[in-house]
């Protein structure tokens, strides 16, 4: 049974779980696990069955770093089904790519869209603009390591 969580202080906001009356009060019926063995499968699942509910929130992620950047399954499975026609275009099922980004919805995105075209995604956090001169020279052994096709 859940439990009441304690806010967390992220960005000058609060985020909290759901209280067990706030997760009986969604009525949605429990899924037995071995029904979707794959991410891609909940993915999808939920896409289909929630297509409105939030799939993802990123707390001051907008444009102008003040709003907060949210995805519903509907638009997160279709940003992924994209990105990951595009990654089948330049890869084959088993290569590897480079997921060069900022955390954030792209990064998700993109990992995700590995997930979907049988690619294996090898995630390199890119930080600001200032701890970016820390993160270039490992990039150089991570390729040679990985052997990216992209």
């Not at 954030?104 to 979907?116: E, P, Q, R």
């Not at 690619?119 to 150089?140: E, H, M, Q, S």
Request: one cysteine or more; proline letters at 7%.
């Amino acid at each position: 049974m859940r439990t009441t969580h304690k806010p967390t202080r992220h960005t000058d906001r609060f985020l909290s779980m759901p209280t067990d009356i706030e997760v009986m009060m969604t009525n949605i019926p429990a899924i037995p696990l071995h029904q979707h063995t794959t991410l891609v499968d909940w993915l999808e699942h939920h896409a289909s069955h929630q297509p409105g509910s939030e799939a993802l929130c990123f707390i001051g992620q907008s444009s102008d770093g003040i709003d907060d950047v949210r995805l519903t399954y509907a638009a997160l499975s279709d940003r992924v089904k994209r990105c990951a026609a595009g990654l089948q275009a330049h890869t084959e099922p088993g290569d590897s790519a480079l997921i060069l980004l900022p955390s954030g919805i792209d990064y998700v995105v993109a990992l995700l869209a590995c997930f979907y075209a049988g690619v294996a995604g090898v995630p390199v956090n890119l930080p600001g603009a200032a701890r970016i001169k820390r993160v270039l020279p490992k990039l150089g052994d991570i390729t040679r390591d990985c052997r990216p096709s992209l």
